[in-house]
């Protein structure tokens, strides 16, 4: 059973850095895992992915403000956020994909408040 717990969220001025971590339970190491957000009233959006190799994808919104990384070993991801904006007021998922079983699992999300 996979499980997955994301934690950092928080109330943050503009400006200033946020770090999220997200660790996933269970026996295999996912193929990617990745960040999503959804502000209120608009869609969920990718914010950056990473493999299990560490090839790192980051939506241009975040590019040059954020930096996903993981430790493979401890099954966690994390997102450093910095120069946050209020724009970046979302709930914000952990997705982990494990390919050959077909399956992606979310976490339950964590908010993070920008206040100008």
């Known amino acids: 059973q996979v499980q997955l717990v994301e934690s950092g969220g928080g109330l943050v001025q503009a400006g200033g850095s946020l770090r999220l971590s997200c660790a996933a339970s269970?026996?295999?190491?996912?193929?990617?895992m990745s960040w999503y957000r959804r502000a209120p009233g608009k869609q969920r959006e990718l914010v950056a992915s990473i493999t299990s190799l560490g090839r790192t994808n980051y939506a241009d919104f975040v590019k040059g403000r954020s930096t996903i990384s993981k430790d493979n070993a401890k099954n966690t991801m994390y997102l450093q956020m910095n120069s946050l904006k209020p724009e970046d007021t979302a709930v914000y998922y952990c997705?982990?994909?494990?390919?050959?079983?077909?399956?992606?699992?979310w976490g339950p999300g964590t908010q993070v408040t920008v206040s100008s």
């Open positions: 269970g026996s295999f190491t996912p193929d990617m």
């Open positions: 997705a982990a994909d494990y390919v050959r079983l077909g399956e992606r699992h």
